[in-house]
T-cell receptor, first 112, second 118 residues
Framework: SQQGEEDPQALSIQEGENATMNCSYKTSINNLQWYRQNSGRGLVHLILIRSNEREKHSGRLRVTLDTSKKSSSLLITASRAADTASYFCATQLNSGNTPLVFGKGTRLSVIA | KAGVTQTPRYLIKTRGQQVTLSCSPISGHRSVSWYQQTPGQGLQFLFEYFSETQRNKGNFPGRFSGRQFSNSRSEMNVSTLELGDSALYLC?????????????????FGPGTRLTVL
């Protein structure tokens, strides 16, 4: 069963706009990760945020984590057509070798 | 370093047949995980192997099995294929350092094998 649920399921924006995707989860976590998947291909790791962190940045990406609300958001600033992809959040419940549990993803379309 | 590779990339089988998929992890990575991705169920964890031992297992029937070799390469097998097994099968490897240190399980994914069951 999915631990994380992304919202919205699909998002369409113009190039240059910001895109915000949200992820909610059900149980306490060790960390939350965001991945990107281009159509029908493998996933690429974007960013990881630990349960004791509130915000992280990587280039045009900004991730926040609110453990009290069990939610995270991924912000992509100044979006480009190349950002068109599906974005997944994944939670790791405990540290070490526990598997990741993925949500169903948000499909982002950036229109040039 | 070369990335995770999966073979074959595409496969067409008929119901009742069996299939074997192969995954070569990033050099030095000893953990290999397998996922099934379908439009309806999303990404679901199948199993994870570390040092030739299955360490974690998802909620899939026994028709789904896997193994890992001493060079960390992994195979998964699906027997008695059903139409519902049509999916993208993704393999991912993880760095042993972070896992053994009780760290974060960042996964590096291969391009996947697209299996179609007719």
């Amino acid at each position: 069963s999915q631990q994380g649920e992304e919202d919205p399921q699909a998002l369409s924006i113009q190039e240059g706009e910001n895109a915000t995707m949200n992820c909610s989860y059900k149980t306490s976590i060790n960390n939350l990760q965001w991945y990107r998947q281009n159509s029908g291909r493998g996933l690429v790791h974007l960013i990881l945020i630990r349960s004791n962190e509130r915000e992280k940045h990587s280039g045009r990406l900004r991730v926040t984590l609110d453990t009290s609300k069990k939610s995270s958001s991924l912000l992509i600033t100044a979006s480009r057509a190349a950002d068109t992809a599906s974005y997944f959040c994944a939670t790791q419940l405990n540290s070490g070798n526990t598997p990741l549990v993925f949500g169903k993803g948000t499909r982002l379309s950036v229109i040039a | 370093k070369a990335g995770v590779t999966q073979t074959p990339r595409y496969l067409i089988k008929t119901r009742g047949q069996q299939v074997t998929l192969s995954c070569s992890p990033i050099s030095g990575h000893r953990s290999v995980s397998w996922y099934q991705q379908t439009p309806g169920q999303g990404l679901q964890f199948l199993f994870e192997y570390f040092s030739e031992t299955q360490r974690n297992k998802g909620n899939f029937p026994g028709r789904f099995s896997g193994r890992q070799f001493s060079n960390s390469r992994s195979e998964m097998n699906v027997s008695t294929l059903e139409l519902g097994d049509s999916a993208l099968y993704l393999c991912a490897s993880s760095s042993p350092t972070s896992l053994l240190a009780g760290g974060d399980n960042e996964q590096f994914f291969g391009p996947g094998t697209r299996l179609t069951v007719l």
